[in-house]
């Protein structure tokens, strides 16, 4: 009882300053603190003891083509999109990575021919931002950024479809032509129903997930890919194992029991709380709110509202996306980053999305006192 107590009264770590009304508020990141106000309230349910003795080896399952998987995530990854419905997974191998920008690279590199030049890496703009990034920093000689696919001419590439799209939250597919030198990479952070109606169960060849935007844990640094190709994902295990030797298995234990706990909640026997209510009703009241600052102020523009049948909810919804793309449209404003950055609120230029700076990337997912600083202040600029 005494070491639960030192546990429940330690200050806890929520790595960023409290707001106040004149504070600089910072939504260049996609931080997912959003969710801290939910898991606050879930009791023990993804509560973690871990023994000293625990997860020491680096092995998990040496019979499993990803080895240092741990059987449990393996198991509630599983379970949790057959709860929702929004991947195929029989027949795909899980791989776990550190987060899903790991998988990322892994993924380039079992996707990068032996020989040759350099494969080129495209998706269409606006585009995430570390996918140039990432793509590029040690140089590698086996892939390079490539940039914009709408615009892309050439047999041999790797595209990142990114749905709902990391910055604008449109739905995406492939735009290359399927050839045979061409891959695709599908990056579903964001293809869970509190951001969108899960119209369809995806079954590419290779989709990445992760726990930071499905459930929020940023900071766990857990994401998996589902792999359909044996040898693809024999060669993803390889760029991990020269990588870092394996993931975290206590994140793994940890993204497990956070991932079990969120499938309870839609399990009738069960009955835990339900994250993704929480996620949806958020995300529906912030973007009602932001359309409506957006139309006080008189300056910004947001993407049109789009719907669709959501299976997993059985009902008609809207996609709420995790960013807001956002337009100033002041003539004399060409750089809207600058503009919202005089008036104290951070964001990421649409010019690092491959885009025209008059957009930004505002995060949706930051606390409430953070957003609802950031409402009130854009709605009063003119
Ligand atoms: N893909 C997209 C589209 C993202 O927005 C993010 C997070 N910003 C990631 C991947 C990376 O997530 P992780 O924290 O799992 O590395």
Redesign the pocket.
């Known amino acids: 009882a005494a070491r639960r107590e030192d546990r429940t009264t330690m200050a806890p770590s929520t790595g960023k300053p409290a707001v106040t009304t004149d504070s600089v508020i910072n939504l260049d ?2 931080d997912p603190t959003m969710y801290e106000a939910f898991w606050r309230e879930t009791g023990d349910a993804a509560e973690l003891v871990i023994p000293g003795w625990q997860t020491m080896s680096y092995f998990s399952d040496v019979t499993n083509v990803c080895w240092f998987l741990e059987p449990e995530l393996d198991q509630q990854v599983r379970r949790l999109h057959r709860t929702v419905g929004n991947a195929a997974v029989d027949g795909y191998h899980v791989i776990v ?8 690279m892994a993924a380039l590199y079992a996707l990068s021919p032996d020989a040759g030049e350099p494969i080129s890496v495209v998706s269409t703009a606006p585009y ?1 931002s ?1 996918y140039p990034a990432v793509t590029d920093f040690l140089r590698s000689g086996l892939f390079r950024w490539a940039g914009d696919a709408s615009s892309f001419e050439g047999d041999n590439y790797i595209e990142l479809v ?1 749905s709902p ?2 910055p604008d939250g449109a739905i995406r597919e492939a735009v290359l032509a399927s050839k045979p030198g061409g891959k695709t990479v599908h ?1 579903f ?2 293809y869970w129903p509190q951001y969108t109606p899960i119209t369809k169960k995806a079954d590419h060849d290779i989709m ?6 499905s459930t929020g844990h ?1 900071g766990t ?3 998996w890919a589902l792999v359909k190709d044996r040898a693809i994902a024999k060669k993803m295990t390889k760029f991990v194992e020269l990588n870092t030797i394996g993931v975290s298995k206590d994140s793994q234990l940890r993204a497990a029991k956070v991932l079990g706990a969120v499938s309870d909640g839609y399990d009738a026997k069960v009955g835990a709380p339900r994250l993704f209510d929480f996620g949806r009703r958020k995300m529906v009241e912030r973007w009602s709110t932001l359309r409506a600052a957006a139309a006080a102020s008189g300056v910004f523009s947001l993407p049109e509202e789009t719907s669709g049948f959501c299976n997993f909810t059985k009902e008609t919804a809207a996609t709420n996306p ?2 807001a793309w956002l337009r100033c449209d002041r003539e004399d404003v060409d750089d809207c980053a600058s503009f919202l950055r005089s008036h104290k609120i951070l964001t990421r230029s649409g010019a690092q999305f491959g885009a025209d700076p008059r957009y930004v990337r505002v995060s949706m997912l930051d606390r409430d006192d953070a957003f609802d600083i950031f409402v009130r202040r854009l709605s009063s600029l003119k």
């Open positions: 990141h996609g990575g550190t987060g899903s920008t790991q998988l990322f995430y570390s990114c799209n990391n990056d952070a964001y990445l997930f992760t726990v930071s935007k940023a640094r857990i994401g995790a960013f």
